[in-house]
């Protein structure tokens, strides 16, 4: 099913970490129109683009809170608790990463410190294709509503019941009925019923993700640039096969082009694995799916653990399981990675509901420069100082020459003026 790949040289790492390549060609062209057609026909827009790449007529851009109501109250009373149990572990992860106020006297007289002020206008986009994400809403607006923003519009084609059970859960402050690329323009320009938001965030297809970008080339902030879903996993002659190929084909299954990506030492982990998929693939409903994402994947041997690391941190994983002996030594060394799962007993997929840390991650390697979404990814931090007239005199000595160095006269003579005729 799988080619196994047996030690490489480092000079192919590179090679070996590449995604699969989308095509793009005709997306932006796409993308623009529909930005232009919003910018102009507002509403109306949204209601023929709807109709235009869903076929889907719809008689208002916004949920009914009647509407919402009778879509929630249809959510099965046990999946119910199973969200609140996600929703209370999220929200108290995210709620420690408040930011505590310290003040710092950076000199005699000088006070710095830093204060977090939210984004007031977000906007949450949630797919409506195979699988309805209503999991991504509580990653989003949990740490959304913490933050204190003040607006969260969400987006979503989707009619799933747990969908508006959890939007209401979350405090979301409006649902619209737009998808697709219409609906990040919708966010990104503002219409008549949308409101214009400062930063959108949410997993989509390829014109959702070309459109977050284009909105991001217009000022608007996004989350993080995005790609397909992928997961890579560490394995040693510890790991169980069962367990291995069970996390693996949790990603398959997102779509086909998702990536899965296994590094060990033990060939016959490797191989076990293979068998444990042939095995468990079999009987999962989106099994056509997952067969298509085996294909862009890759299953690699290397002689160490020092190989390992060195090829995972250069594939840089949205999602990276250390299923191998003492994992926290592993993951003292890795340096790229969105959310690293320890051990045995700890799958992707709790991370992907339920454990409290948020499923929101770079992908495509952008792991070696980006942060998952947390606390921080909806607030702004503003820098306060407060300055005497000692500890201006003080500062003096470091800031007039600093200024007339760089040519800035001006600046010097800012300092110099409260100097000279301080209060």
């Known amino acids: 099913m799988i080619p196994l790949i047996k030690f490489p040289s480092r000079l192919d790492y590179s090679g070996l970490c590449e995604r699969p390549q989308i095509e793009s060609s005709l997306i932006g062209n796409l993308v623009e129109r529909i930005f232009e057609k919003v910018k102009t026909e507002k509403d109306?827009?949204?209601f023929s683009l709807t109709y235009e790449f869903e076929?889907?007529?719809?008689?208002?851009?916004?949920?009914?809170?009647?509407?919402?109501?009778?879509?929630?109250?249809?959510?099965?009373?046990?999946?119910k608790k199973a969200i609140q149990i996600a929703y209370d572990n999220i929200y108290k992860f995210h709620e420690a990463q408040i930011l505590v106020e310290k003040r710092i006297e950076t000199s005699p007289g000088v006070v710095c410190w830093q204060k977090s002020s939210p984004i007031e206008k977000v906007g949450i986009y949630i797919p409506g294709g195979t699988a309805p994400l209503f999991s991504t809403i509580l990653m989003l607006a949990i740490p959304a509503k913490i933050a204190g923003c003040t607006e969260i519009v969400l987006c979503t084609?989707?009619?799933?019941?747990?969908?508006?059970?959890?939007?209401?859960?979350?405090?979301?402050?409006?649902?619209?009925?737009?998808?697709?690329?219409?609906?990040?323009?919708?966010?990104?320009?503002?219409?008549?019923?949308?409101?214009?938001?400062?930063?959108?965030?949410?997993?989509g297809n390829q014109y959702v993700t070309a459109a977050k970008m284009y909105a991001?080339?217009?000022?608007?902030?996004?989350?993080?640039?995005?790609?397909?879903?992928?997961?890579a996993i560490y394995a040693d002659e510890t790991s169980n096969p069962r367990f291995v190929a069970s996390d693996l084909l949790s990603q398959a299954e997102h779509g086909i082009d998702s990536q899965v990506f296994l590094v060990s030492t033990s060939e016959f982990l490797i191989n076990e694995t293979i068998h444990e998929l042939e095995n468990q693939l079999i009987n999962l409903p989106r099994k056509e799916l997952a067969k298509k994402a085996i294909l862009n994947s890759?299953?690699?041997?290397?002689?160490n653990s020092e190989d390992a690391i060195d090829l995972l941190n250069e594939y840089a994983a949205e999602h990276l399981i250390l299923?191998?002996?003492?994992?926290?030594?592993?993951?003292?060394?890795?340096?790229?990675?969105?959310s690293i799962f320890l051990g045995h007993f700890t799958p992707e997929s709790a991370g992907d509901y339920a454990s409290g840390t948020n499923h929101t991650l770079p992908t495509n390697g952008h792991a070696r420069a980006y942060s998952g979404v947390n606390l921080d990814s909806f607030c702004k931090k503003i820098t306060?100082?407060?300055?005497?007239?000692?500890?201006?005199?003080?500062?003096?000595?470091?800031?007039?020459?600093?200024?007339?160095?760089?040519s800035l006269q001006a600046h010097a003579n800012a300092v110099k003026v409260r100097l000279e005729n301080g209060l």
Request: glycine share 8%; hydrophobic share 45%; charged share 20%.
């Open 44 to 46: 109306e827009a949204l």
């Open 157 to 203: 084609p989707g009619t799933h019941p747990a969908i508006f059970y959890t939007a209401k859960l979350c405090g979301i402050t409006k649902m619209c009925k737009i998808g697709g690329a219409q609906a990040i323009a919708a966010l990104a320009l503002g219409t008549l019923t949308i409101p214009k938001v400062y930063k959108i965030f949410g997993p």
């Open 298 to 303: 890759k299953f690699i041997l290397v002689k």
């Open 55 to 79: 076929k889907r007529k719809i008689d208002a851009i916004l949920y009914t809170e009647k509407e919402i109501n009778a879509y929630s109250e249809a959510t099965d009373e046990n999946l």
């Open 384 to 406: 306060l100082q407060s300055i005497s007239k000692s500890g201006l005199e003080i500062l003096s000595h470091s800031i007039i020459p600093m200024a007339e160095a760089e």
């Open 323 to 338: 299923a191998c002996d003492e994992p926290e030594k592993i993951a003292d060394k890795m340096i790229n990675a969105g």
């Open 216 to 231: 991001n080339s217009l000022g608007v902030a996004i989350d993080m640039p995005a790609g397909p879903s992928e997961v």
